[in-house]
């Protein structure tokens, strides 16, 4: 059974930083491509960065580039997204996904994900 585990989510100023972490079970997880997407009030869920197994490769939507970074721990099933300069335009719901098949094409795609964690709420005030 996967299980995928979201935290760290919380509310910051404008101009903060807030780290996420996701908590994976799964004895593959390296093999994983890992993802991060956002859903605002009223929105549809968002790409914001994804991970390739090794960790070598990383993919960020155009807004939080320079900003938003995101990395694989492989030895403790665990990803992370570390936000800085955090904007009220980042709040959302933050879901950490999971794409079994390893694979980093069409990174963006919400259905080549195959299991998503319950999210954490990330709260910018300006």
């Known amino acids: 059974q996967v299980q995928l585990v979201e935290s760290g989510g919380g509310l910051v100023q404008a101009g903060g930083s807030l780290r996420l972490s996701c908590a994976a079970s799964g004895r593959t997880f390296s093999r994983w491509a890992m993802g991060w997407f956002r859903q605002a009030p009223g929105k549809e869920r968002d790409f914001v960065a994804a991970?390739?197994?090794?960790?070598?490769?990383?993919y960020y939507e155009d807004s939080v580039k320079g900003r938003f970074t995101i990395s694989r721990d492989n030895a403790k099933n665990t990803v992370t997204l570390q936000m800085n300069s955090l904007k009220p335009e980042d709040t959302a719901v933050y879901y950490c996904a999971a794409r079994f098949d390893g694979a980093t094409y069409q990174y963006k795609v919400e259905l080549n994900y195959d299991y998503w964690g319950q999210g954490t709420q990330v709260t910018v005030s300006s």
């Open positions: 991970v390739s197994g090794s960790g070598i490769s990383t």
